[in-house]
């Protein structure tokens, strides 16, 4: 009896794994069908754009139909267009998104599916605008301005690319500004790459950004403050350097200051850098120390910046003891200051700056390879 129950229940293992695999590939037999029709009738879509294009191409305008308008408002012919501006039609797509700026803007802002004008958006931030008049220019930016205040940041952030390739300073100034009042807390690194990417005058986005610098959160003025750092932009340094004093500025903002200011090396840079060391090298917030004690790796490694890293090694904090390390091996400190470290009685120092001259071993070895 015991042996025919083990038969039985044998079989019926194997017949549920059978069953199981037997599941397995109907899934995936059905899946590969779906897809298959999937790209069938993508691709019925995008020949179908490919038809307008020569035509317009022949005609010598690009407007559209009517019919041909409302196809912006229908899913699958939206994506394909995409996908076409994504591939070799972007300039024939870029030449329909021009002449019909209007018609388009007008279809699409009757529609409730904020994933639609989202995608829109994308596609606006991918396309060549830059021969766009000033009138269409304005159309699409009134066209993505609302979806600043989308709860999506799929919707804020397509918005934001497509303002930041339209390359209207001001409209960029003025959508920082309704993420801040909006308190949409936008990424950070995502806005200051954004601004590095605008497609009009750098310059004057810099310029727009701080006649509005004190209506922003923290959050958006750190982004603009790595925005200035990575593009060079120097004109406010002595503002920023004031704003340094600041009790309710967040040590994040400090900073990225600092990070600004190191840029362009100065004697007054390097006295902010020195007693930022020394009054936060040991302290709770202890972050812009960190970051001060790398920019003291750009100047020369006299009495004062080395008693100072020197200072700062003995912190409790591995990350300024680690920035210690190497600006004082990045100096060339000389050998008694580091000897005096190596044989001194703070263990984490020592190993701090074993850590920081094994790193210039490794790296010397590797450049003589």
């Known amino acids: 009896m015991d042996i025919m129950s083990e038969y039985i229940r044998s079989n019926i293992q194997i017949l549920g794994i059978c069953a199981l695999v037997l599941a397995v590939l109907l899934v995936r037999i059905a899946a590969s069908l779906r897809s298959g029709r999937r790209e069938i009738s993508d691709g019925k879509h995008e020949d179908a754009w490919r038809k307008t294009f020569a035509?317009?191409?022949?005609?010598?305008?690009?407007?559209?139909?009517?019919?041909?308008?409302?196809r912006f408002?229908?899913?699958?012919?939206?994506?394909?267009?995409?996908?076409?501006?994504?591939?070799?039609?972007?300039?024939?797509?870029?030449?329909?998104?021009?002449?019909?700026?209007?018609?388009?803007?007008?279809?699409?802002?009757?529609?409730?599916?904020?994933?639609?004008?989202?995608y829109f958006a994308y596609i606006l931030a991918i396309s060549d605008l830059s021969e766009l008049p000033a009138?269409?220019?304005?159309?699409?930016?009134?066209?993505?301005?609302?979806?600043?205040?989308?709860?999506?940041?799929?919707?804020?952030?397509?918005?934001l690319k497509a303002l930041y390739n339209l390359g209207d300073a001001d409209a960029v100034a003025e959508a920082v500004e309704k993420l801040s009042a909006d308190a949409h807390l936008h990424n950070e690194k995502l806005l200051s790459d954004g601004m590095n990417s605008f497609r009009g005058d750098r310059a004057k986005l810099a310029e727009?950004?701080?006649?509005?610098?004190?209506?922003?959160?923290?959050?958006?003025?750190?982004?603009?403050?790595?925005?200035?750092?990575?593009?060079?932009?120097?004109?406010?340094?002595?503002?920023?350097?004031?704003?340094?004093?600041?009790?309710?500025?967040?040590i994040d903002q400090r900073c990225d200051i600092l990070r600004l200011l190191m840029k362009v090396p100065s004697a007054d840079t390097k006295r902010i850098l020195i007693d930022t060391l020394r009054e936060k090298g040991?302290?709770?917030?202890?972050?812009?120390?960190?970051?001060?004690?790398?920019?003291?790796?750009?100047?020369?490694?006299?009495?004062?910046?080395?008693?100072?890293l020197r200072y700062g090694i003995t912190s409790p904090a591995?990350?300024?003891?680690?920035?210690?390390?190497?600006?004082l091996v990045k100096l060339r400190a000389p050998r008694e200051v580091l000897d005096g470290i190596l044989c001194g009685e703070d263990a984490y120092a020592r190993d701090a700056l074993r850590f920081a001259l094994d790193q210039r071993e490794d790296q010397t070895e590797g450049e003589k390879e």
Not at 55 to 70: N, P, Q, T, V
Not at 75 to 102: T, V
Request: hydrophobic share 40%; with cysteine.
């Open 135 to 159: 009138e269409q220019r304005t159309e699409y930016i009134g066209f993505a301005r609302p979806m600043l205040s989308n709860h999506s940041i799929f919707c804020r952030e397509n918005a």
């Open 208 to 250: 727009a950004l701080m006649e509005r610098f004190e209506r922003y959160d923290d959050h958006s003025q750190s982004a603009i403050i790595t925005f200035f750092t990575v593009a060079g932009f120097h004109d406010w340094d002595a503002f920023f350097k004031e704003r340094l004093a600041r009790e309710e500025i967040s």
């Open 73 to 118: 408002a229908i899913n699958p012919m939206l994506r394909a267009f995409g996908r076409l501006a994504e591939a070799g039609a972007g300039k024939d797509c870029a030449a329909i998104l021009r002449e019909n700026s209007r018609k388009i803007t007008a279809r699409l802002s009757t529609q409730t599916d904020n994933a639609k004008k989202g």
């Open 55 to 70: 035509r317009c191409e022949a005609s010598g305008s690009f407007a559209l139909k009517d019919m041909e308008i409302s």
């Open 318 to 327: 591995w990350s300024v003891r680690k920035n210690c390390a190497a600006a």
């Open 282 to 308: 040991k302290a709770e917030d202890w972050q812009t120390a960190a970051v001060a004690a790398t920019g003291l790796a750009c100047y020369p490694d006299d009495a004062e910046t080395v008693e100072a």
